[in-house]
């Protein structure tokens, strides 16, 4: 079974600073893919990035980028010049090719003025 | 880009009465979709994987007569709580992958279920 590790319950950052989002994941699959995905308080999940594991280049996306070690199976989350709009739950999620996505237990983001 | 919706947005039914909510890919054709139940300040948990046509696949310990999935085309799939109780009222959200395009999920705003 897949499993999803965010072990930063809560952050905090200063607007126009960075922070990263740790996650790790446990998996025997060699082909497979990861999300960050954010959750404002509208409770929308929006997706903020995709890696393919099969990709060595981090994927980026704006502020968003992505470190992605698969030999440590860590796929942690930099948010660059945060915005007080980031402010959000984060979720990490693994997924198989043609699978269903397993979610982390979040983080909570909170962007400070 | 791909959009998901979901009816109702938010429910209020008796305990006892039973609770249909949509899910629906506006712009694309999805084979599956899923469905998940989110608790407050907990993360999201998948209780069944909907394949259009077919039947659905349950997660351990979602019971399958209690909801009930039918996904008649490749744009709805629709989640029956029946005969619901106090404590499944949750925040119910489904998820839809394009087949034609990227492995991605899109999700469905959510609908509140509360239930009296």
């Known amino acids: 079974a897949q499993t999803v590790t965010q072990s930063q319950p809560e952050m905090s950052v200063q607007e126009a600073e960075t922070v990263t989002l740790s996650c790790t994941y446990d998996t025997s699959e060699n082909n497979y893919y990861l999300f960050w995905y954010k959750q404002p308080p509208s409770r929308q999940m929006i997706l903020v990035i995709r890696?393919?594991?099969?990709?060595?280049q981090n994927a980026t996306e704006n502020r968003f980028s992505v470190n992605f070690q698969k030999a440590a199976k860590s796929f942690s989350l930099k948010i660059s010049d945060s915005q007080l709009g980031d402010t959000a739950m984060y979720f990490c999620?693994?997924?198989?090719?043609?699978?269903?996505?397993?979610f982390g237990a979040g983080t909570r983001l909170t962007v400070k003025p | 880009g791909a959009v998901v919706s979901q009816h109702p947005s938010r429910v209020i039914c008796k305990s006892g009465t039973s609770v249909k909510i949509e899910c629906r890919s506006l712009?694309?054709?999805?084979?599956?979709m899923f469905w998940y139940r989110q608790f407050p300040k907990q993360s999201l948990m998948l209780m069944a994987t909907s394949n259009e046509g077919s039947k659905a696949t349950y997660e351990q310990g979602v019971e399958k007569d209690k909801f009930l999935i039918n996904h008649a085309s490749l744009t709805l799939s629709t989640l029956t709580v029946t005969s619901a109780h106090p404590e499944d009222s949750s925040f119910y959200i489904c998820s839809a992958r394009d087949i034609a395009g990227e492995e991605t999920q899109y999700f469905g705003p959510g609908t509140r279920l509360l239930v009296l």
């Open positions: 999620a693994f997924m198989r090719r043609n699978n269903d996505m397993r």
């Open positions: 890696q393919e594991a099969y990709k060595q």
């Open positions: 712009d694309f054709q999805a084979t599956t």
